[in-house]
């Protein structure tokens, strides 16, 4: 009887590593942003405007039953301020990473091991925000540092020769 109940437990045990686990990103961290809304950055000369042109969301098969929950937001730059209108700026998030791509730069942020702070836009503070630092910059159009939120993607970025452009307030829900 006692090598029934073991071998039943052996079964059991084997199905249950089996068992599918899909890792989420949190809904509370959700990107509020639709496809094809505008997103202008001002600076105090000009203004950089982007539209979103991918939203996608999809799961990551990484192991045998190991399934994490991915989302891809790409941005186009809709006017001329001297960089590539065909570039596309991206960030790919997944449960606990996310990695970004601007103006010639490419960062993963590793949620557990990165640090958040405040960072105010007129009236409005935002928290949690990720400061992306590219330490490889070296041209005035390269970005230096990019505040990036979960819920409304790339806030403000600042570029090597010091200008700085912040989200217009107008573009968020």
Not at 40 to 47: P, T, W
Not at 114 to 128: D, M
């Amino acid at each position: 009887m006692r090598k029934i109940l073991f071998v039943l437990f052996l079964i059991g045990l084997l199905n249950a590593c089996d068992e599918e686990k899909y890792h989420d990103i949190k809904d509370d961290t959700w990107l509020l942003l639709e496809l094809n809304d505008t997103v202008i950055f001002n600076n105090n000369l000009v203004n950089d405007t982007f539209k979103l042109v991918n939203i996608s969301h999809y799961y990551e098969y990484v192991d045998k039953t190991v399934y994490y929950e991915n989302l891809d937001v790409d941005y186009k730059h809709i006017n001329n301020l001297g960089n590539n209108e065909n570039y596309i700026y991206s960030i790919l998030r997944n449960y606990n990473t996310t990695r970004i791509y601007w103006q010639d730069f490419d960062k993963i942020i590793l949620y557990s091991s990165h640090n958040t702070l405040s960072y105010a836009i007129e009236s409005r503070v935002f928290e949690n925000v990720y400061l992306i630092r590219n330490d490889s910059a070296e041209e005035d159009w390269e970005a230096l540092h990019v505040y990036y939120t979960d819920n409304y993607g790339v806030i403000a970025y600042e570029l090597y020769n010091g200008e700085v452009y912040e989200i217009d307030l107008n573009c968020l829900p």
